[in-house]
Each structure stands twice: as C-alpha cells, then as structure tokens.
C-alpha cells in the first residue's frame, strides 16, 4: 500500500497545476484501484503456481488422456535399466537411422503408445459435437462396464480406456474408435453390447448404431439422389 501510495503522490507531481485539484480527490479511489489491480495480480499468479484448473484447460491437460508427469511404476521406475525396446529397434533398421532418432519421436507425440495396452483400445472422443451429443453418458458406461477410469487397463488386459481429441466423425456422435473401427451414433446401450461381443471373440459390425447407412442425414438423402449425369452435362454446346 505504501508503494502504491508513494507512486500517486510521484504521479501527482507530474500533472500540470491546473488538474492538480481534480486528480486530488480522485486520489482515495485511485489508490484503491491500484490495490485491487495488485492482489487480483497476486490471486492469478497463485492459481497459475497451483495449477488450479481454469475454463482455459482443454481436457488434454486437465488429464483426460492420462498424467504427463512419470509416476513409477513396476516396468518403469529409477531401478528399472534404459533400453531401446525391439520395436524401437526395428522401426530405427528399417529406416535406417539411429535407435536415438525413434525414440526421440516417440517420445514428442502423445498418439505413439510406448506403454502396453489391452487387446482392445478403446478411443472415446469427448471434443464438443460428441460432448454435445452426450459422449459423458458413453464414457460413464464404459467405465461402469468395465470397471476402469480414462487412462487404465482391465487386470485381465483386454481393454485400456482413454479420451481423444476429434476422431472426424462429427456428424455420427457420440463414437468411439476401438482398435481400427469406429462405432458412430452410440447409447449406453450400443456401447455395453459392443464390450459384450468383443469380450465373447466377436467383432462388432463397425458404423452407425443407428440404422442409418454411413453419414447420410438422419432424415434421409436432401441431395445427389439420383445417378450423376456424366461429363459435359450442363456445359454451352460451342465450347
């Protein structure tokens, strides 16, 4: 307060004489702006210090795909020897560069997996068309389901959760991509048969679970409803 005080009053000195008077009374409010202006500084830089989640945090970040902070674990801990593993040994022979060069690779983008996951990935998309399509329904019965949270593998090894970033097939929300098939137009229902077929060895039919073929509109075909005319329809006949 008493440095906010002392720059009013350095401030003041600076003003021609004849807006002294005016900027005299407004001096008490003055003062106690700038007081406010710092402790909201002092509040932000705390939150920031804590990394308290703000309406700024994507889901990236607020952990929906896992922590990005290492966490020991018993394959991965400060006892456990560095070594390139074969896969990364066999991508660097192939592309015949240096088992360093992989890895660093590997290791900058999030989408290559360098921990074991269950037969089955499951990928649910939670970006805002599934979001608003009520993916948080599909999320909740799969974890029910399955008995894991985003980020954990059942202890039988057959299925890893996660949340993704837009998997592209906006118009079919909700989805979720599982291993290489994506599986559109998703209920809570639709999604605890899937797990029960694949837990049975069968391969659920990818695509919309709602009876619609493809992304075709829900309510039908508004356009490109009959064959295409084929080259030169529509074109001046003198060109």
């Known amino acids: 307060m008493l440095r906010l005080t002392l720059f009013t009053e350095i401030a003041l000195d600076r003003l021609p004489a004849s807006t002294v008077p005016f900027f005299i ?3 008490p409010n003055l003062v106690f702006l700038l007081s406010c202006i710092s402790l909201l500084l002092v509040f932000f830089s705390w939150l920031q210090a804590r990394q308290v989640r703000t309406l700024h945090r994507s889901a990236a970040r607020a952990g929906a795909g896992g922590i990005f902070v ?3 674990t018993p394959d991965n801990n400060p006892d456990t020897p560095f070594e390139f593993t074969e896969e990364n040994k066999k991508v660097a022979e192939v592309l015949e560069v240096a088992p360093m ?13 360098r921990q074991p996951v269950g037969k089955f990935f499951i990928q ?9 399509c009520n993916s948080d329904s599909i999320l909740e019965a799969i974890q029910n389901k399955l008995g894991i949270k985003v980020g954990e593998t059942t202890p039988d090894k057959m299925f890893t959760l996660i949340e993704v970033e837009c998997l592209g097939a906006c118009v079919n929300a909700p989805m979720v991509q599982i291993n290489d098939n994506y599986y559109e137009d998703l209920t809570p229902k639709d999604i605890e048969d899937i797990i029960d077929e694949l837990k049975a060895g069968r391969v659920p039919l990818p695509g919309p679970r ?11 075909l508004t356009s490109l409803t009959e064959p295409p005319k084929g080259p030169g329809f529509g074109v001046r006949a003198d060109l």
């Open 25 to 27: 009374s407004l001096k």
């Open 70 to 72: 290492h966490r020991d």
């Open 101 to 113: 060069r992989v890895y660093e690779v590997a290791t900058f983008y999030t989408m290559f997996l």
């Open 124 to 132: 649910i998309c939670t970006t805002t068309p599934c979001m608003l």
């Open 210 to 220: 709602g009876g619609r073929f493809s992304c075709e509109p829900a309510g039908g």
